[in-house]
């Protein structure tokens, strides 16, 4: 049987992934004996893990001591989770402690101790290999959920830094009951009980500060007890450390992620057109705290089992044979076509009118 062109086209983007893969993994493999050390893959995970945890509780214990202010104690605890996320990242795919259960799954805990803003990376795990077998698909559910394929707008923005919101608006979209239920429970079961603990200070925080300033500026101020004072400060100082932190990095992974992604009109299987490289000038507030996240992460979709500190040592490399591959970089025409692949093309009628 004659291929047909789209049938070629996607032999030709088989071999162009195969050979980004043999060149990003032989520079992986050429890194590994320049520096010995990057052999001990399971004392490197732990040992970020310890620095990024060791940042996050020094941070707090600085903020808390009235040693620095309330954003830098933010902005570094951001940082810092965005170290853990990278880990988690790399524990899903197995790449820590792959025979030692024990030690796995505790670097699991810690991981999500850190970043209590997440689902747990139990079932995150089911979810973010199922991204990697349907990218770009509607069953690829990990980047539906973080807004992929949304066009933008208020309600993409809402749903980009906060999941909760993401849940809720999914809700009110849904068409059955029986769907609303189902999300309902998904939410319930994934974010139980650090994520609902986590939404549900984040929500009081908001709120309180919300009432409290508009009864403020209407000239009724409030006369609150002594307890929900002392309770809101126990409330502010998490959200300054902890809360505060995972929001912040979470709108600036989900905002890089969903648009570096493709979706809708992928062709099954064909990496080629999966992700993108986003890394303009403009992006690097964001890429601070996910860990230059738009940069290297389409590299991952390529050489899945590489951890994310090697990925940033090959990322020129890598660059380069993509590039020369096909792989697209900053294409922001996805902003305006809901992360489709292709150009949205107008009706007929509507480009006549233009013309």
């Not at 570096?260 to 000038?281: K, R, S």
């Not at 890429?287 to 951890?307: D, L, Y």
């Not at 294409?331 to 509507?350: I, L, M, S």
Request: aromatic share 10%; glycine share 6%.
């Amino acid at each position: 049987m004659t291929p047909t062109p789209a049938s070629r086209d996607l032999q030709n983007d088989q071999q162009k992934s195969a050979h980004i893969r043999e060149v990003v993994m032989a520079h992986g493999e050429e890194l590994r004996r320049r520096y010995p050390i990057l052999k001990h893959q399971d004392a490197l995970g732990a040992g970020i893990l310890a620095f990024a945890l060791a940042g996050m509780i020094g941070a707090a214990a600085l903020y808390l001591n009235d040693l620095i202010a309330w954003w830098a104690c933010l902005l570094a605890n951001a940082f810092f989770a965005s170290l853990t996320h990278e880990l988690e990242h790399d524990l899903l795919h197995s790449m820590y402690f792959r025979k030692r259960r024990g030690p796995h799954n505790l670097m699991l805990a810690l991981v999500w101790l850190a970043r209590p803003s997440t689902i747990s990376p139990w079932i995150r795990r089911e979810l973010h290999l199922n991204h990697h077998k349907v990218s770009g698909s509607a069953t690829d559910v990990e980047e539906r959920a973080i807004t992929n394929g949304e066009p933008w707008g208020l309600a993409r923005l809402l749903m980009v830094g906060d999941n909760m919101m993401s849940s809720f608006i999914r809700f009110l979209r849904a068409p059955t009951w029986a769907h609303k239920k189902s999300i309902v429970l998904r939410t319930l079961k994934g974010y139980a009980p650090l994520g609902l603990i986590n939404w549900g200070i984040w929500y009081l925080f908001l709120g309180f500060h919300l009432v409290d300033t508009v009864a403020t500026a209407a000239g009724a101020p409030l006369g609150w007890s002594a307890t929900t004072l002392q309770a809101m400060g126990v409330v502010n100082a998490a959200v300054v450390v902890l809360v505060g932190p995972n929001v912040l990095r979470t709108f600036c992974l989900h905002f890089v992620s969903s648009n570096m992604h493709y979706y809708g009109d992928v062709e099954p299987g064909n990496v080629i057109q999966q992700t993108q490289v986003l890394n303009p000038w403009w992006l690097w507030p964001l890429q601070a705290f996910c860990f230059n996240f738009g940069s290297t992460h389409a590299i991952h979709h390529f050489v899945v089992k590489e951890p994310f500190y090697i990925r940033q040592m090959t990322a020129p490399v890598a660059h380069k044979v993509m590039r020369e591959m096909g792989v697209r970089f900053n294409d922001f025409g996805t902003f305006a076509r809901a992360n489709r692949w292709n150009p949205v093309e107008r009706p007929a009628a509507q480009r006549t009118q233009a013309a």
